[in-house]
Nanobody, 127 residues
């Protein structure tokens, strides 16, 4: 099965940037979705961005134009570049995967229920 490990969280000032990294190991199928989610204590987990195995991306409205998801398939790694950070971006960020996806998927969902593998999370704090 797929295992996910996130890194890159930390503290930043408003307007600053951070880059999160998620490395996948174990079973890595040719068709997959990789997503980034975030959750504040007591709130529901929110989908932030997702990318298909062939590079199609989707974003939550709240981060469009500020966050960029990308991947390095040779390294089984997905990144989340977060720019123009706001205090409301403060959350625990989780990497998640749907592996494998069904043939014909052209976009990855941003609903947590669709994902079957999760990392342990990395904290992002913006002040």
């Amino acid at each position: 099965h797929v295992q996910l490990v996130e890194s890159g969280g930390g503290s930043a000032q408003a307007g600053g940037s951070l880059r999160l990294t998620c490395v996948a190991s174990g079973y890595t199928p040719s068709r997959y979705c990789m997503g980034w989610f975030r959750q504040y204590p007591g709130k529901e987990r929110e989908g932030v961005a997702a990318i298909t195995s062939d590079g199609r991306v989707s974003y939550a409205e709240s981060v469009k134009g500020r966050f960029t998801i990308s991947q390095d398939t040779a390294k089984n790694t997905v990144y989340l570049q977060m720019n123009t950070l706001k205090p409301e971006d403060t959350d625990m960020y989780y990497c998640a995967a749907i592996a494998p996806t069904r043939p014909g998927w052209t976009e990855c969902p941003l609903q947590q229920a669709a994902y079957n593998t999760w990392g342990q999370g990395t904290q992002v704090t913006v002040s």
